[in-house]
């Protein structure tokens, strides 16, 4: 009996992960958008229009979860953000840099590991690399803290 207890409980867990990851991806394609028109220093009215009727063919461009009902997801997973980056403890301010770098940026786990884990675990300056699997494990952390946070405020 303890083993189906313990199987819900993980099938729970991926649950949450998939449903927090979700919010991360929406909330990067929804920032991403509120970018249009980059180098013109706002947003471009046609650049708009074409964004919103336009369909998207590179590859490179993730398909848009976008959904005017998830903004309150976005707002509360950008003040979690901002209250991570204010906190003063490195380690949650380097996990609102690993949310931001990875979903906002799309940023794969290498580039992670050179421009943000290893100064974290290594210092500022250093030639050391932290592995992969150390930055899916911060990526999950900061997934998991957001999560937690998007609860106990929503």
């Known amino acids: 009996m303890t ?3 313990e ?9 949450d992960l998939l449903e927090v990851q979700s919010w991360l991806t929406g909330w990067g394609d929804y920032n991403s958008r509120e970018t249009v028109g980059g180098h013109l220093g706002y947003q471009s009215p046609c650049a708009i229009i074409m964004r ?6 590179s590859a490179s461009i993730r398909p ?4 005017m009902d998830d ?3 976005y707002t509360l997973i950008d003040r979690e953000l901002a ?18 770098r990875y979903y906002l940026y799309g940023m794969s786990y290498t580039r992670l590991s050179k421009s943000v ?5 290594h210092g500022a ?3 050391k690399q932290s592995h992969v699997r150390k930055v899916q494990e911060h990526l999950s952390n900061a997934e998991r803290h957001i999560y937690d946070a998007i609860l106990e405020l929503g």
């Open 52 to 57: 919103d009727n336009v369909e998207q063919q």
């Open 125 to 127: 300056g250093t030639t």
């Open 64 to 67: 848009v979860l976008w959904n």
């Open 3 to 5: 083993d189906v207890f």
């Open 117 to 121: 884990v290893s100064k974290y675990e």
């Open 7 to 15: 199987q819900l409980e993980k099938a729970i867990a991926i649950i």
């Open 71 to 73: 903004q309150a997801y």
């Open 83 to 100: 209250g991570m980056r204010q906190s003063g403890d490195k380690e949650l301010m380097m996990w609102a840099s690993i949310i931001r």
